[in-house]
């Protein structure tokens, strides 16, 4: 078995202090066990303005964000996902929002650029968002072998899409990531749901790290980071404000679970 951990935060427009903050948590999972930690989504920034993430975006390969993943897996000898960073991409006023997967030499293991982009107005709200005005959508699925199983990167907007799941699972995944930003509103109603359904659907283990209270820019999000097993149980749920999950993925739970139960062996559309 290996022990990971998923870390909430409540970020702000300060890249240092949000990298301050998030050496902090991870170094309380390690203490706590954890091999693999994940960190949620927009880490490193949640800006005053949705334009802010493009005057921090990094080349692939370089800047003080990468390097901080890349040295602080190294330090403490573990996996370490960094939810999403801003990269460059094909457009000068975009970014590509990247999950980025760092092994314990302080590697790079897997990028996944986030491919369902979040343009909608929340219902019974005033809140809109429009992601594709500052982030360029990805195309390719991610899967990585690692130690710990096959993870199936993903990342927030993507949990409302069970086809996505679907082909990450037919590519192997064994333990979905799904580092997030979910509102307070849209969370209460439909974020635990979601996750539970992935986990159940799929029979695959479910990392959910989530950015969980108020922010400078005036959004509330939703907290309730989890870990869930294959069969849908919560293992370890964190509410609100700065702290980390920490769950034990058991291969041979997954193994059985798959096998007595073979679900996935059942679909009759592929």
């Known amino acids: 078995m290996s022990k990971c951990a998923a870390i909430q935060m409540a970020s702000g427009p300060s890249v240092s202090s949000n990298l301050t903050e998030a050496g902090r948590l991870i170094g309380e999972a390690v203490n706590a066990g954890a091999k693999l930690v994940v ?3 927009n880490f490193a ?3 005053e303005h949705e334009l802010d993430k493009l005057k921090v ?3 692939d390969g370089t800047g003080p964000i990468q390097d901080f993943l890349a040295e602080i897996a190294l330090k403490h000898g573990i996996w370490v996902v960094g939810g999403t960073i801003p990269l460059a991409g094909d457009q000068e006023n975009k970014v590509r929002a990247s999950s980025l997967v760092y092994n314990d030499k302080g590697e790079r293991a897997g990028r996944y650029d986030k491919m369902h982009l979040f343009d909608v107005a929340v219902p019974d709200t005033e809140e809109v968002y429009r992601e594709s005005n500052s982030i360029e959508q990805g ?3 991610v899967v990585i072998d690692t130690p710990f199983g096959k ?4 990342v927030c907007y993507d949990l409302r899409f069970p086809e996505f799941y679907r082909k990450l699972v037919a590519l192997g995944a064994e333990i979905l990531l799904v580092p997030s930003a979910f509102t307070a509103q849209t ?3 439909h974020w635990e749901t979601l996750l539970r359904a992935r986990a159940i659907e799929n029979l ?3 990392i959910a790290p989530n950015q969980g209270g108020f922010h400078i820019n005036g959004r509330k999000t939703y907290g309730h980071s989890m870990i869930i097993d294959p069969w849908g149980l919560i293992l370890d749920c964190y509410k609100t404000g700065g702290g980390f999950v920490c769950a034990e993925i058991d291969h041979e739970r997954l193994a059985k679970v798959r096998s007595s139960f073979p679900v996935l062996h059942h679909r009759r559309f592929d």
Do not use: H, I, T
């Not at 993870?151 to 993903?154: A, C, F, I, P």
């Open 57 to 59: 975006k990094e080349k």
């Open 45 to 47: 920034l949640m800006g």
């Open 39 to 41: 960190l949620p989504e």
């Open 187 to 189: 969370g209460a109603a």
């Open 139 to 141: 195309d390719s699925l």
């Open 204 to 206: 695959a283990y479910v």
């Open 151 to 154: 993870l199936g990167l993903s």
